[in-house]
């Protein structure tokens, strides 16, 4: 069974940065395509950013146009933690933040939400003007 606990939320100041953890257990990360997802009050969950590997040492990384430039996803698979580093926060990014890990089955690209199976509980981040 897959767990993922996101931790490293926060209220913070536009243009400040946080980083964002999830930690997985009961699977390896390296061996699935893992993502961060968002959703804001009254709207629905989007696609921030994903990674997946390409081969034993490259990997792929897929962004929103929204967060290009200012976010960086990685993972440390020593670790088995995912994370989403966030540079240059706007109070439009305000949203509760979910990683997840696509399903076994997955063959289509990790920007879809439909292509995950486990999600963790989410962390809050909260950017004020």
């Known amino acids: 069974q897959v767990q993922l606990v996101e931790s490293g939320g926060g209220l913070v100041q536009a243009g400040d940065s946080l980083r964002l953890s999830c930690a997985a257990s009961?699977?390896?990360?390296?061996?699935?395509?893992m993502g961060w997802f968002r959703q804001a009050p009254g709207k629905e969950r989007e696609f921030v950013a994903a990674i997946e590997a390409i081969s034993w040492t490259g990997s792929r990384t897929y962004y929103a146009d929204s967060v290009k430039g200012r976010f960086t996803i990685s993972r440390d698979t020593a670790k088995n933690t995912l994370y989403l580093q966030m540079n240059s926060l706007k109070p439009e990014d305000t949203a509760v933040y979910y990683c997840g890990m696509t399903l076994p089955s997955s063959t289509d690209s990790p920007n879809k939400a439909s292509e995950y199976g486990d999600w963790g509980q989410g962390t809050q981040v909260t950017v004020s003007s």
């Open positions: 009961g699977r390896t990360i390296s061996r699935y395509a």
